[in-house]
Every structure is written in C-alpha cells, then in structure tokens.
C-alpha cells in the first residue's frame, strides 16, 4: 500500500534533509494526494508504461506513479533530493522500490536513460519548462504522450494558435512535435512553498513533424527570426536569415506568404515552407 505525501509529511521531510528550496531551481513541491492522483489520472497511465518524470522533488508525484506505472525514471538537478528519493520510495511504496529509477542529471542536458520512456508526466520547474520539454521531445522519440503542469501562462502559450495573441515560439516549436491542449488547472494552495501563480496542465500527444525537405533546425532558425522582433513584418524580420529584404520577400511570395504578414499568423507548415525556400537555408 503506498502512503502519498501530505503537507505534513513533505515538511517533515525538508526539514530532515534541512532542505531550503529556491527559486533558482524553480521548487515548489505539490502536497496534495488528491492532485497528483489527478495527474496520473489525466495522463492516462497505464501499468505497461514507462514514466519519464523531471524534477520529482520529494517524491509527491512519484509515489502516485508508482501506484500505476510499470517504472518510472526521475531526473532530479539537486544532488540532495536525488540521493532522499529512494527512501521516501522505499519507506512509503515498499513494493514499489524496484520499479524506480533515478538519475541525477540537468534534464536540459540529460542525453541517455536507464529505459526508454513510454510517456512523460512531470511538475516541471517554472524558469525551464520549455527548454525542458522541447529538449525532451527532441532526445528522446519513444514517448508518444504526457502531461506537464506548468506556469498557467506557459501552459497558454503551449498550446495557444495561430493569430493568438500569445501564439510565439513556444506555440511553434511544440506544435512540430505533438497536438497540445490545455486539460486542467492547479491552484497555488496545494505546494509549498505556495507559488504566487496557478499552473496548468497541458496534455501532449506526439504527431510526426511537417512533411518537408529542410530541417528541424531550418524550420526553427525562422520561427526564432520571425518572433525575435514580433511587430516586424515578416519580409523584415526574416531579412537577416534570407541576406535581404527583397530576398525574404522572394522566399515568402513562393512559399504563398503575404511579406506583410506577421509571425504570428503563421503554422508550422507554412514556417518549414518558408525554411525550404530561403536562399541561406538551402
């Protein structure tokens, strides 16, 4: 029987580590059973699967993946929480012990797992969420989906569309990789230390990349380009990539793009169109 954290439980054990979270590592540890219960369940996991979790902390979410999970690899930066986490395990999900894996790694750099994982659900850290999720996307292709809460204004800007607003970079980079949608909202009550914002949770599916003859990191140098300086038009902004404006403006009529239209107007397919047909990028 496994006995999740409660706020109790989650300060009893900072203290015996003399832990002090910072901000710089962005910890904020959930200390509610209901909550990471909900998580598992929005993510939809499933006995057969293999959890990539990311910044596990004291274990609050762990414990609620072992209760379903075949196994679950966490990555954890701090070397103090690495080292406590398989004995909060072993103390509270005893049968559950061997099912976990740890590693001790910057999950911005991690490159190699004790398992390929099947999906990932993770609190990520709110100063790296996007490097964070798009580095995993990128390294490791066998998971399939997840569910990531996150800052409440990230999550929008995950799965925000085009002409949104909040449609940017983060918008772009993730929709080359899966369909995102926004699934819920955490309040700031249920962590300690209580952050003064809500998360969201955002539900991830992978699809395959836009059918296209320029690369990953074509298409991304011109969404990087086109938002870098946003009330640009795109006839501008991508000038510096395409060596003029009047070249840019070239690429842009081939790829059916309006050189006065804005970035954020713009799909994935319609950026790695435009990747394919820039004098520097073939």
């Known amino acids: 029987m496994t006995r999740l954290l ?49 910044g596990p902390g004291l274990g609050s979410l762990t414990l609620a993946l072992l209760e379903v999970a075949g196994r679950v690899v966490a990555v954890e930066i701090d070397p103090l929480l690495a080292g406590a986490l398989p004995a909060t395990v072993a103390a509270r999900a005893a049968d559950r012990a061997a099912a976990l894996d740890v590693v001790e790694a910057d999950a911005m750099r991690v490159t190699e797992l004790p398992a390929e994982p099947t999906i990932v659900v993770a609190n990520l850290p709110y100063n790296v969420s996007v490097p964070v999720l798009l580095h995993l996307l990128a390294t490791f292709p066998g998971w399939g989906r997840g569910l990531v809460m996150v800052q409440s204004e990230v999550a929008d800007r995950l799965v925000a569309r085009p002409g949104s607003k909040i449609y940017g970079v983060p918008s772009v980079k993730m929709a080359w990789y899966a369909n995102t949608a926004r699934v819920g909202s955490v309040p700031p009550r249920v ?52 060596g003029s404006s009047a070249a840019a403006s070239t690429a842009l009529e081939a790829a059916g793009v309006d050189p006065t239209a804005r970035g954020e107007t713009l799909t994935v397919e319609q950026f790695a169109r435009i990747a394919e047909l820039l004098p520097s990028q073939r």
Do not use: C, H, Y
């Open 191 to 242: 962590f300690w230390p209580v952050p003064n914002v809500e998360s969201g949770l955002v539900a991830i599916e992978r699809i395959d990349p836009p059918a296209t003859t320029a690369t990953r990191g074509q298409v991304f140098a011109v969404v990087d380009a086109a938002f870098g300086q946003r009330r640009k038009m795109l006839r501008a902004a991508l000038s510096g990539l395409a």
């Open 6 to 54: 409660d706020p109790t439980a989650v300060r009893e054990l900072a203290a015996r580590l003399d832990l002090r979270p910072t901000k710089q590592r962005g910890q904020n540890f959930v200390t509610d059973a209901n909550t990471v219960r909900r998580i598992v369940q929005l993510a939809g996991v499933r006995p057969e699967d293999t959890v990539l979790e990311v």
